[in-house]
């Protein structure tokens, strides 16, 4: 008689990283014999957050997509940019559309199953054992996106940036918005000598989202937030009235810490509990991607899911970075200066994306070289 909690593989959180690797295992031959859950305390009934990423033509999420741009701007008190993003495409995805899509694709596999319950622990003991506040689970092997507790507690030993913000979708009775561009970072509002920005994705005309992001090692008041979004909207458009049709607010941890020790032969530790945001970026849904196509093609390979997921060389420059912002936050403004001004957006791109070569690596360390990376390099080094 076949157990209804047993399954082949359980997927603890019905996030970004979670719902990417179901879909993709829906989607492959090879696990359609394979029994699959998906854990979650909440339904994904509302939307929590926006993605945004870059990418080459046709994407898996194009259907969801809420806007394309293809033009970036850049701003601050000694530049100003704008620029064309060629052969890339900037997309933003509003998360509840990615929640529907996804529960729409899993829920018509009969291999899939959606669990509302909160996970307590995993036991390893004797098999793998979930507990949950409901009932309790067994798996062959799962897929745990919860941020380890060691990372709270051993917080102090490693970098830490705070990639906080907060931001408003607004709607406006008249056109003041140039929908053709996005504004990726204007510093001009930066907040007391902090790697601080405002960033705009406009939507139409009349309605875009507009934040107020920090990347810091401290975290501020909401009234912080809120006072430069107005300040930014009254200086920049002249708008004191507006419609705010929702909030957006988060916390995404920029680290070095390594979360990637804490897979096991029965687990693998996925999205930000698996260390899959970008630490110098915080970015996350493009590497979301390859990090599951990395996973199913390790199973397939009847290697660790956890096989070479990163790269070590990506992983030394975003120590090196963070060591920069945290030590030296102020210097941040001049080091996107430097960034977007000195490199190709082809270059840019691809260093994010971790597909550059050492050779291409060396021109953007020309053009970010300063004594504060010269600093930050030989901590990082010795530390190692």
């Known amino acids: 008689m076949q157990d209804d909690n047993h399954f082949d593989y359980l997927i603890i959180g019905n996030g970004l990283a979670g719902l990417q690797l179901a879909l993709e295992l829906s989607k492959d031959p090879f696990f359609k014999t394979y029994t699959i859950g998906l854990i979650d305390p909440s339904n994904k009934s509302e939307n929590d957050k926006t993605w945004s990423f870059w990418e080459q033509?046709?994407?898996?999420?194009?259907?969801?997509?809420?806007?394309?741009?293809?033009?970036?701007?850049?701003?601050?008190?000694?530049?100003?940019?704008?620029?064309?993003?060629?052969?890339?495409?900037?997309?933003?995805?509003?998360?509840?559309?990615?929640?529907?899509?996804?529960?729409?694709?899993?829920?018509?596999?009969?291999?899939?199953?959606?669990?509302?319950?909160?996970?307590?622990?995993?036991?390893?003991?004797?098999?793998?054992?979930?507990?949950?506040?409901?009932?309790?689970?067994?798996?062959?092997?799962?897929?745990?996106?919860?941020?380890?507790?060691?990372?709270?507690?051993?917080?102090?030993?490693?970098?830490?940036?705070?990639?906080?913000?907060?931001?408003?979708?607004?709607?406006?009775?008249?056109?003041?918005?140039?929908?053709?561009?996005?504004?990726?970072m204007d510093y001009r509002f930066q907040y007391k000598d902090s790697t601080s920005f405002i960033y705009v994705l406009p939507f139409s005309e009349t309605k875009a989202l507009v934040e107020y992001t920090f990347f810091t090692p401290f975290l501020v008041e909401t009234e912080v937030y809120e006072e430069a979004l107005k300040n930014y909207l009254k200086t920049e458009y002249q708008l004191s009235n507006f419609q705010i049709l929702e909030t957006e607010v988060g916390n995404i941890p920029m680290t070095d810490f390594p979360f990637w020790n804490y897979h096991t032969e029965n687990i693998t530790k996925i999205g930000t509990g698996g260390g899959w945001v970008k630490g110098s970026t915080g970015y996350s849904f493009k590497h979301t991607e390859k990090h599951v196509a990395k996973i199913i093609e390790n199973i397939k390979a009847k290697k660790s899911p956890s096989h070479q997921l990163f790269k070590k060389k990506f992983k030394f420059y975003d120590k090196i970075f963070l060591k920069v912002l945290h030590d030296e936050n102020e210097k941040g403004v001049w080091i996107f200066e430097s960034f977007y001004s000195k490199n190709s957006i082809r270059t840019m791109f691809r260093f994010l994306d971790e597909e550059t070569t050492f050779s291409e690596d060396l021109g953007i360390m020309k053009s970010l070289f300063s004594m504060a990376f010269i600093k930050a390099f030989f901590k990082v080094l010795f530390k190692s």
């Open 57 to 184: 033509g046709q994407g898996k999420f194009d259907a969801i997509v809420e806007k394309v741009w293809h033009t970036a701007k850049f701003e601050s008190a000694e530049v100003s940019l704008t620029l064309p993003l060629k052969e890339y495409d900037y997309k933003t995805i509003r998360s509840i559309e990615f929640y529907n899509w996804a529960k729409k694709e899993l829920s018509a596999k009969d291999n899939f199953k959606f669990i509302l319950d909160t996970v307590q622990n995993i036991e390893e003991a004797d098999g793998i054992k979930v507990v949950g506040d409901h009932q309790s689970y067994s798996a062959n092997h799962v897929f745990d996106s919860r941020v380890p507790k060691e990372f709270y507690a051993k917080e102090s030993h490693y970098t830490l940036i705070h990639q906080h913000f907060k931001g408003w979708i607004i709607e406006t009775e008249s056109a003041c918005f140039q929908p053709e561009a996005f504004t990726m």
